[in-house]
């Protein structure tokens, strides 16, 4: 079945820095990658997500990378403020499996200091 | 994007009784939704995912006598935790989304229930 791997687990930045997120997959079928941000006791909220058919997205300062060749895709996240301090996780998901069931990365925890 | 509420937020129990958790799609029919538990740092886990009108579809490991799952409709979901013991003490998280729509994959996710089972 579908493998998703997150690195690193955590990650400090300074505060106007840029925080960079990395996945790889193992399904070859997957075709959609969203990315979310959970705050401590919440659930998590979709920040952005792309699908197989194309590279690249971005939404101000977030933008996510995607090469499905390697079967990675990235996370990155500029001006980084202390706000964006939460856990991130990235998932996949195929249309045929199981009605679009996610299947989550690890996590990193993301912490930008003022 | 849509919202998804879950009640109660947060249910204190006692060993050996039963906890109902809703999950209700606000602004639009969520033909699948799908049932998480997290642990302290940790990732999601998926449960089951639950069609509406049908019986749900349970991960390897998960007891389907143990967590009751009922979809009876496309804005609600209920999860039951049975005869719950203290290490079923969780973050619960519920995710809704049609995967007949045009953003098939999409889930969007409640905002979690704290179980704590004393």
């Known amino acids: 079945g579908e493998n998703v791997e997150q690195h690193p687990s955590t990650l400090s930045v300074q505060e106007g820095d840029s925080a960079v997120i990395k996945c790889t997959y193992s399904?070859?079928?997957?075709?959609?990658f969203p990315w979310y941000k959970q705050e401590l006791g919440k659930g998590p909220q979709l920040i952005i997500d792309?699908?197989?058919?194309?590279g690249e997205k971005k939404d101000q300062r977030i933008a996510v990378t995607l090469n499905k060749t390697a079967k990675h895709f990235s996370l990155h996240i500029t001006e980084t403020q202390p706000e964006d301090s939460a856990v991130y996780f990235c998932?996949?998901?195929?249309?045929?499996?199981?009605?679009?069931?996610?299947?989550f990365g690890q996590g990193t925890e993301l912490s930008v200091k003022p | 994007g849509a919202v998804v509420s879950q009640h109660p937020s947060r249910v204190i129990c006692k060993s050996g009784t039963s906890v109902k958790i809703e999950c209700r799609s606000l602004?639009?029919?969520?033909?699948?939704m799908f049932w998480y538990r997290q642990f302290p740092k940790q990732s999601l886990m998926l449960m089951a995912t639950?069609?509406?009108?049908?019986?749900?579809?349970?991960e390897q490991g998960v007891e389907k006598d143990k967590f009751l799952i009922n979809h009876a409709s496309l804005t609600l979901s209920t999860l039951t935790v049975t005869s719950a013991h203290p290490e079923d003490s969780s973050f619960y998280i519920c995710?809704?989304?049609?995967?007949?729509?045009?953003?098939?994959?999409?889930?969007?996710f409640g905002p979690g229930t704290r179980l704590t089972v004393l």
């Open positions: 399904d070859s079928a997957s075709n959609y």
């Open positions: 792309i699908r197989s058919n194309v």
């Open positions: 995710s809704a989304s049609n995967p007949g729509g045009p953003n098939y994959n999409e889930q969007f």
């Open positions: 602004d639009f029919q969520a033909t699948t």
């Open positions: 639950s069609n509406e009108g049908s019986k749900a579809t349970y």
């Open positions: 998932a996949a998901s195929s249309r045929n499996n199981q009605g679009g069931k996610l299947i």
